[in-house]
Nanobody, 114 residues
Framework: QVQVVESGGGLVQPGGSLRLSCAAS????????MGWYRQAPGKQRESVAG???????IYADSVKGRFTISRDNAKNTVYLQMNSLKPEDTAVYYC????????WGQGTQVTVSS
């Protein structure tokens, strides 16, 4: 069974940083393109960042220069380093395989507030 489990969210002040983790099981992240997504209250889920099996990365314009997606193949885990956080980054963050996605996990809540 293919699963993803997100963690690392929390409450942070504007300008702060968080690192989110996405632990996958049942499928290797090294062989698949992986994505981070977020859903704010009352809004549709949106793509935030992606990384291909060849380590090419892509970011939404709203997070470019502030967020970094990376992968630890030994841990079968994908990370999202988030710096210079803004209140508009507040959302539930999810990860998934970009091609042939599995069921969505619980996500991890990120709240940016003073």
């Amino acid at each position: 069974q293919v699963q993803v489990v997100e963690s690392g969210g929390g409450l942070v002040q504007p300008g702060g940083s968080l690192r989110l983790s996405c632990a996958a099981s049942g499928r290797l992240v090294t062989l698949n393109a992986m994505g981070w997504y977020r859903q704010a209250p009352g809004k549709q889920r949106e793509s935030v960042a992606g990384i291909t099996s060849l380590d090419m990365t892509i970011y939404a314009d709203s997070v470019k220069g502030r967020f970094t997606i990376s992968r630890d193949n030994a841990k079968n885990t994908v990370y999202l380093q988030m710096n210079s956080l803004k209140p508009e980054d507040t959302a539930v963050y999810y990860c998934n395989f970009i091609s042939n996605p599995t069921s969505w996990g619980q996500g991890t809540q990120v709240t940016v507030s003073s």
